[in-house]
């Protein structure tokens, strides 16, 4: 079993930056991939960005290519994602999630680890 709590999420004004963190507990950090989703109301969950339990290898959705970053700290149990140059389409609750490959965190979802959401809002 794997407990995930994000943080980090608020409200920014396009353009602007926010990271956001997610805490794993409760098995080996590094032998899970780690991803963000998010969903905004009225659409379904989507695929943010993943990264491989050893960190060498991540994945982005073509919409925030060059704009986020994700990574993760072993040391310390977390996964952030750095938002930049945030639009009013970025707002959405994101979702921390944990699987056991990047593959499977993408296109298994039912076989994730989840985390409870964190809200960002971006506003024009």
């Known amino acids: 079993q794997v407990q995930l709590v994000e943080s980090g999420g608020g409200l920014v004004q396009a353009g602007g930056s926010l990271r956001l963190s997610c805490v794993a507990s409760g098995r080996t950090f590094s032998a899970y991939a780690m991803g963000w989703f998010r969903q905004a109301p009225g659409k379904e969950r989507e695929f943010?960005?993943?990264i491989s339990g050893s960190g060498g290898s991540t994945y982005y959705a073509d919409s925030v290519k060059g704009r986020f970053t994700i990574s993760r700290d072993s040391a310390k149990n977390t996964m952030y994602l750095q938002m930049s140059s945030l639009k009013p389409e970025d707002t959405a609750v994101y979702y921390c999630a944990a699987g056991t490959s990047t593959?499977?965190?993408?296109?298994r979802r039912s076989e994730n680890y989840w985390g409870q959401g964190t809200q960002v809002t971006v506003s024009s």
């Open 48 to 50: 943010v960005a993943a």
């Open 103 to 107: 593959l499977v965190l993408r296109l």
